[in-house]
């Protein structure tokens, strides 16, 4: 029996490689250098989500009892453009009120509205006004960290009751037979005519609003600093029809003077 034959053992020969291009290196780098930031920038907005003050965050929900922060205003208009985001901001705020349900009044019509009742919010006179739930979270937003502190550094004072003219009004635009409807139509705005202090002062916007005391100088910061939490602010300075009163609204037009 003869024995198996062995076949010639052949050499291992590696593939050729192709040389790779000079513009395939660029990219390889560029895609690694592209990995490592990516990586880096998470690592920092990780660090930032977890240490940054969240009114700082864009992303963070809105809270009426933080302080005003680099990203407030953009937390504030996304909850007030969503009812659910608006009413569980309230709710965390501390700021009572109760639901009102939707009116179908023709070119009159309420919806997403509330009634403030009581809360961090400074009471209003007349009490528990129907309004929209934006100019709500604006009102409370407003009477925090606007009225109280101006009331504090120029009156050494605070404030106890917000006296208005009134919220809901199915009408045009000061009253004219013809044109836009008002944002007072859908109850979607408030007109503030006085301030009381804890004193018993009242301070009203067709007394005082030009005078150079510190009862003109708090008007005239209460109406600048409505203006991040509410589209329109309306206040003497804008024309006659508005000599005593401040108009805040919700509506389309933005516009502060």
């Not at 395939?24 to 990995?35: D, H, Q």
């Not at 003497?236 to 933005?254: E, K, S």
Request: charged share 25%; hydrophobic share 40%; with cysteine.
């Amino acid at each position: 029996m003869r024995p198996p034959t062995r076949s010639a053992a052949v050499p291992f020969r590696p593939p050729k490689l192709k040389p790779v291009s000079p513009e395939m290196l660029a990219l390889a780098g560029l895609w690694t250098t592209l990995t490592d930031l990516a990586l880096a920038g998470l690592a920092v907005l990780v660090f930032v989500n977890a240490w940054a003050p969240p009114q700082d965050l864009p992303w963070k929900p809105f809270s009426l009892n933080r302080p005003v922060g680099l990203a407030t205003h953009t937390q504030f208009m996304r909850a007030a453009a969503d009812p659910a985001l608006c009413r569980a901001a309230l709710t965390e705020g501390r700021v009572t009120f109760t639901e009102e349900p939707d009116r179908d009044l023709g070119e009159c019509a309420t919806e997403n509205t509330v009634r403030i009742r009581d809360g961090t919010a400074v009471p209003l006179s007349p009490t528990a006004p129907v309004v929209t739930c934006p100019v709500a979270l604006g009102y409370a937003m407003w009477t925090r960290h606007v009225v109280q502190p101006a009331a504090r550094d120029l009156l050494q004072t605070r404030i106890a009751r917000v006296e208005h003219y009134g919220t809901y009004a199915c009408r045009n635009i000061y009253g004219r037979e013809e044109g836009r409807r008002s944002e007072h139509a859908f109850a979607n705005a408030i007109d503030v005519a006085s301030f009381r202090t804890a004193g018993g002062a009242r301070i009203t916007v067709v007394g005082d609003f030009r005078d150079e005391d510190a009862r003109g100088r708090f008007l005239r910061r209460v109406r600048d600093g409505a203006c991040p939490w509410f589209r329109a602010v309306l206040s003497p300075d804008y024309n006659a029809a508005h000599r005593d009163h401040l108009h805040l609204d919700h509506g389309r037009w933005g516009v502060c003077r």
